[in-house]
Nanobody
């Protein structure tokens, strides 16, 4: 079982920025498929950004140019920097990792974009 723990959510003003962290079990940060999803109340879960094969990152069109994935392998941590946030991006943000032939999810972290 891979441990996945997100942190960094909270209240952000429209147009503001925040950075989420996802810490995973040792080794899992090397996953070929690791990324971020979000789910707003009443909506289905949607892809935000995912890194494939440790080098290619795919971003949802609506976040391109505003969100950035990065990682610190020594800390087994994946980050999601989010800029120019919009109220409609209020959601629970989840980290998802594929490792040892199984998909693991974190518990999610709430991001609320509101003035």
């Amino acid at each position: 079982q891979v441990e996945v723990v997100e942190s960094g959510g909270g209240l952000v003003q429209p147009g503001g920025s925040t950075k989420l962290s996802c810490t995973v079990s040792a080794g899992a940060i090397a996953s070929n498929n690791i990324g971020w999803y979000r789910q707003a109340i009443g909506n289905q879960s949607e892809l935000v950004a995912v890194t494939i094969n440790r080098r290619n990152t795919n971003y949802a069109d609506i976040v391109k140019g505003r969100f950035t994935i990065s990682r610190d392998n020594a800390k087994n941590t994946l980050y999601l920097k989010m800029d120019s946030l919009k109220p409609e991006e209020t959601a629970v943000y989840y980290c998802r990792v594929y490792w040892n032939w199984r998909i693991s999810w974190g518990q999610g972290t709430q991001v609320t974009v509101s003035s």
